[in-house]
Nanobody, 118 residues
Framework: QVQLVESGGGLVQPGGSLRLSCAAS????????MGWYRQAPGKERELVAA???????NYADSVKGRFTISRDSAKNTVLLQMNSLEPEDTAVYYC????????????WGQGTLVTVSS
């Protein structure tokens, strides 16, 4: 089994910052991609940011310049630094990992709530 555990969510005022962390544990042979998705009530889940094993990053247009994704491969951890937060960023944020060499597994965290409100 593979588990992804997120932390760092909470309530923040517009313009503030939060840092999300996700740690993977279990039967991890190779992590190809780690990233973050988010979903607000009544909306579809969307990709926020992702980082590959080669260090290539991808961001949603709405967060470019404000969010930064990084990883620590030795610790199987991915971080999301979120700056200049806006009310539109309010959502449950889910950690994601694609794991495997021949057979691939998509793993998801339980989600952490980020609320941006004054």
């Amino acid at each position: 089994q593979v588990q992804l555990v997120e932390s760092g969510g909470g309530l923040v005022q517009p313009g503030g910052s939060l840092r999300l962390s996700c740690a993977a544990s279990g039967r991890i042979f190779s992590i190809n991609v780690m990233g973050w998705y988010r979903q607000a009530p009544g909306k579809e889940r969307e990709l926020v940011a992702a980082i590959t094993s080669a260090g290539r990053t991808n961001y949603a247009d709405s967060v470019k310049g404000r969010f930064t994704i990084s990883r620590d491969s030795a610790k199987n951890t991915v971080l999301l630094q979120m700056n200049s937060l806006e009310p539109e960023d309010t959502a449950v944020y889910y950690c994601y990992a694609n794991i495997g060499v021949i057979n691939y597994l998509d793993a998801w965290g339980q989600g952490t709530l980020v609320t941006v409100s004054s």
